[in-house]
């Protein structure tokens, strides 16, 4: 079975950045594994803190809640709640080994995560970072010796809330037309950010439009991605 991997520094990343490669991939059969680092309790659940009587163990029930709903709708097969904190994330070698260790038992033909610059959000590219890491310590033989280590899955970096602010260059579209609607029921199911719903699908059409002008295809819905390394083809077209 194909594999990929979406490591999502706070619970809701993964929906509004990657939620329509996430579909495409599980309705052609993939198996989606996402890694929720942290809640975002801290930095990005201001709504649910509004709310009287709030606690952060409430808070974290209710992202996670949130967050079981949005992958179901998208067809993820694994989603993991690491609760590593946020604001800052708190990202050690034990959490970079056992992102090794889900590297090497998925073994992922991609992996989803954040752009590198975000001067909005330390924790986004911290988590970049703590990715890449982990991918070239799965690659090492010295790592856990005698385990098969890790080949060479692509990496490509989901959009930031602000691109231009972010050093962050769509380099491949993404027609997700035949899964908007899994994307939209499962931004729904985030109640605690309900101003992004629309922005993300501003962005979604915005990403469609370009997506159609460097393509020549008639697609409506689109999502983009960064390459972080050089891709390698049989063929240049
Ligand atoms: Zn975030």
């Given at each position: 079975m194909k594999t990929a991997v979406v490591v999502s520094a706070h619970?809701?990343?993964?929906?509004?950045?990657?939620?329509?490669?996430?579909?495409?991939?599980?309705?052609?059969?993939?198996?989606?594994?996402?890694?929720?680092?942290?809640?975002?309790?801290?930095?990005?659940?201001?709504?649910?803190?509004?709310?009287?009587g709030m606690t952060l163990e409430r808070v974290?029930?209710?992202?996670?809640?949130?967050?079981?709903?949005?992958?179901?709708?998208?067809?993820?097969a694994d989603i993991q709640f690491w609760d590593l904190g946020d604001y800052p994330i708190g990202l050690d070698k034990q959490a970079l080994f056992r992102l090794v260790d889900v590297y090497r038992r998925v073994r992922p033909g991609f992996i989803l995560t954040h752009s590198k610059a975000d001067p909005y959000n330390h924790d986004h590219p911290a988590v970049t970072d703590f990715a890449l890491h982990a991918r070239v310590t799965a690659q090492a033989h010295g790592h856990n010796p005698g385990e098969p280590v890790l080949g060479a899955p692509q990496v490509f970096l989901f959009e930031p809330h602000q691109p231009e602010q972010c050093s962050w260059v769509p380099e491949v579209y993404l027609d997700i037309?035949?899964?908007?609607?899994?994307?939209?029921?499962?931004?729904?199911?985030?109640?605690g950010q309900g101003h992004l719903w629309d922005y993300y699908t501003r962005v979604g059409q915005q990403r469609g439009a370009q997506a159609a002008r460097n393509s020549d295809k008639p697609i409506v819905w689109g999502e983009a991605?960064?390459?972080?390394?050089?891709?390698?083809?049989d063929a240049l077209a």
């Open positions: 619970s809701a990343d993964f929906v509004w950045r990657a939620g329509g490669a996430i579909a495409l991939h599980a309705a052609a059969g993939w198996a989606v594994t996402v890694v929720c680092l942290s809640y975002g309790e801290r930095g990005e659940s201001a709504k649910l803190w509004r709310q009287p974290k029930t209710e992202r996670q809640g949130e967050a079981e709903r949005a992958a179901a709708a998208l067809g993820v037309g035949s899964v908007w609607d899994r994307k939209r029921a499962a931004i729904e199911c985030m109640a991605y960064q390459r972080v390394f050089p891709d390698v083809r």
